[in-house]
């Protein structure tokens, strides 16, 4: 069985940052793709930034310049580094990992974690 469990969320201020992880535990045979999505109040889930197993990263326009995506391989995490936050950022984020666990390849995705940001 397959866990993402998220960290990191919480309330700051605008203009601040903060910096979320995302960690998958249990049967894991390889990991491709791994990314971080947002669904805020009344809207779609999106894109928010993505990553492969190589470090070829894909951000939304809306969070260039100012997130940033990294992963390390050899413990499964990804990170979302976020700074010059804005009050539009604020969402639930979740983890999303395109995986292989040794039977078959699937997308997987954590519980979400809230990010909060005050004007």
């Known amino acids: 069985q397959v866990q993402l469990v998220e960290s990191g969320g919480g309330l700051v201020q605008a203009g601040g940052s903060l910096r979320l992880s995302c960690a998958a535990s249990?049967?894991?045979?390889?990991?491709?793709?791994m990314g971080w999505y947002r669904q805020a109040p009344g809207k779609q889930r999106e894109l928010v930034a993505v990553i492969t197993t190589g470090g070829s990263t894909n951000y939304a326009d809306s969070v260039k310049g100012r997130f940033t995506i990294s992963r390390d391989n050899a413990k499964n995490t990804v990170y979302l580094q976020m700074n010059s936050l804005k009050p539009e950022d604020t969402a639930v984020y979740y983890c999303?990992?395109?995986?292989?666990?040794?039977?078959?390849?699937?997308?997987?995705w954590g519980q979400g974690t809230q990010v909060t940001v005050s004007s």
């Open positions: 999303n990992a395109d995986l292989d666990d040794g039977w078959a390849k699937d997308d997987y």
């Open positions: 249990g049967s894991i045979f390889s990991i491709n793709a």
